[in-house]
């Protein structure tokens, strides 16, 4: 059976990712699977079991035992931990240094591409994160490696974070220490695939960085419809 097409949207923390991956889905009329939140779950999980993120042999005994699902909406997605709805809680900034620290592990991240590539199989998909497009869909029509310096993904970071309550020196520190996780990690580190498209997003306008993706995509999918999507 012919699959739909799968645009993969990878690069490190504070990229735009998850900006980009929202406005194709919705311009495209394709799913939004945001695979960094399912890390995110099951960082939750470890911490609600109070599991060490360094003990790479339970955490595959807890993954076990642990159900993440994704229900994409108009919204975006519902992230579900065993049933329960976490959307909100896995945003907060304990669980998200925990999924970088649970994703070193080369058992969690075989865990998550089963996961994931049954997500996708029938693609009409755009999935952002880190391996997408060189462990979990190799054969992606589209491969997109966004990035930008670490100076302005932590001031990005600083600004969804909200000011009030927030430390800017500690949000670049926690941004350079999952990038030395992600990038030097033995299973799958963060790397853009062979043939992806790289896009350096420090100096570009939103605007920009989303019309060269939509005319990538155009060129490499030309029978996928477009539908008029809201610039974030």
């Given at each position: 059976m012919t699959r739909g097409p799968i645009i993969a949207i990878d690069g490190p923390a504070g990229a735009g990712k998850s900006t980009v991956a929202r406005h194709l889905a919705s311009h495209f009329g394709l799913l939004n699977l945001e695979t960094g939140a399912m890390y995110r779950a099951f960082a939750l999980k470890a911490i609600l079991s109070d599991q060490d993120f360094d003990d790479g042999?339970?955490?595959e005994r807890l993954a076990a035992q642990t159900e993440v699902t994704l229900q994409p909406g108009r919204a975006g997605n519902r992230v579900l931990l065993d049933g329960r709805d976490v959307t909100e809680r896995i945003r907060d900034s304990d669980v998200t240094q925990g999924a970088s620290r649970v994703s070193v592990h080369p058992a969690i991240r075989?865990?998550?591409?089963?996961?994931?590539?049954?997500?996708?199989?029938?693609?009409g998909v755009v999935m952002e994160g880190r391996d997408i497009g060189t462990v979990v869909f190799p054969d992606a029509d589209v491969k997109v490696f966004l990035d930008a310096s670490p100076e302005v993904r932590s001031q990005r970071r600083y600004e969804q974070s909200g000011p009030a309550g927030s430390d800017p020196t500690a949000i670049s520190r926690e941004l350079r220490e999952r990038d030395e996780r992600d990038r030097n990690r033995a299973s799958s580190p963060l790397q853009p695939a062979p043939d992806s498209v790289t896009i350096d997003s420090t100096a570009m306008p939103l605007d920009a960085v989303l019309t060269q993706i939509e005319e990538l995509v155009r060129a490499r999918c030309p029978g996928l419809a477009e539908a008029e999507g809201t610039r974030e």
């Open positions: 042999t339970a955490l075989a865990w998550m591409v089963r996961l994931q590539q049954e997500m996708g199989r029938a693609g």
